[in-house]
Nanobody, 121 residues
């Protein structure tokens, strides 16, 4: 499975961005998909996950009520809508896919290349 993330960029605090991640190769709609992020000097953080059907989602505490994960299985694509962005959201964002429980970090074993999100104050 290959994952290609896009949509990152520079935005002012309070603004919005929408990340996309297209899956290709031996894709399966039964994969759970998610987003992680890593800021310089920090560990990789699990941001959001979504079940294979799209009916169930998980969010990390730091992004709840601001970020929304969704997926379009017909397009093999997962999205992350990020609203009310804060400078502390600055990081490289990675999409991921795998099998298992969508709320569990250990479910994700396929990774994209990452896209930079920078939020200025």
């Amino acid at each position: 499975v290959q994952l290609q993330a896009s949509g990152g960029g520079l935005v002012q605090a309070g603004g919005s961005l929408r990340l996309s991640c297209a899956a290709s190769g031996r894709t399966r709609s039964s994969y759970v998909m998610g987003w992680f992020r890593q800021a310089p000097g920090k560990e990789r953080e699990f941001v959001a996950g979504i079940s294979w059907s799209g009916g169930s989602t998980y969010y990390g505490d730091s992004v709840k009520d601001r970020f929304t994960i969704s997926r379009d299985n017909a397009k093999n694509t997962v999205y992350l809508q990020m609203n009310s962005l804060k400078p502390e959201d600055t990081a490289v964002y990675y999409c991921a896919a795998g099998t298992g429980f969508y709320w569990s970090r250990s479910a994700y074993n396929y990774w994209g290349q990452g896209t930079q999100v920078t939020v200025s104050s």
